[in-house]
């Protein structure tokens, strides 16, 4: 049974780039048709979904976060990391890693990681 356990810092400030890490056991990042997602919860808010990187490596991105977004993947550490440049208080949520078969991930299938909350303050 594949699992995903996010690591990164929990405090960032403004202006800062986040960085976060989902580190997948008992499966390969590289499995053929599978696709591996970040998404967000803000407080009092619903999930949304930031980007994907596929079996492939291929990369899919929210057209809202496009442009401050990277996702990136070590695939020796069966590892997939985000990067969201610019960050702003807007930007404080829960952040999880998510497996499915399709590009953007969907609540209620696949494989979750518990979620890492993340706050932008100075």
């Known amino acids: 049974q594949v699992q995903l356990q996010e690591s990164g810092p929990g405090l960032v400030k403004p202006s800062q780039t986040l960085s976060l890490t989902c580190t997948v056991s008992g499966g390969s990042i590289t499995t053929n048709n599978y696709y591996w997602s970040w998404i967000r919860q803000p407080p009092g808010k619903g999930l949304e979904w930031m980007g994907a990187?596929?079996?492939?490596?291929?990369?899919y991105y929210s057209p809202s976060l496009k442009s401050r977004t990277s996702i990136s993947r070590d695939t020796s550490e069966n590892q997939f990391t985000l990067q969201l440049k610019s960050v702003t208080p807007e930007d404080t949520a829960v952040y999880y890693c998510?497996?499915?078969?399709?590009?953007?991930?969907?609540?209620?299938?696949?494989?979750w990681g518990q979620g890492t909350q993340v706050t932008v303050s100075s």
């Open positions: 998510a497996r499915d078969r399709v590009i953007v991930a969907r609540s209620a299938v696949g494989s």
């Open positions: 990187i596929a079996y492939s490596g291929a990369t």
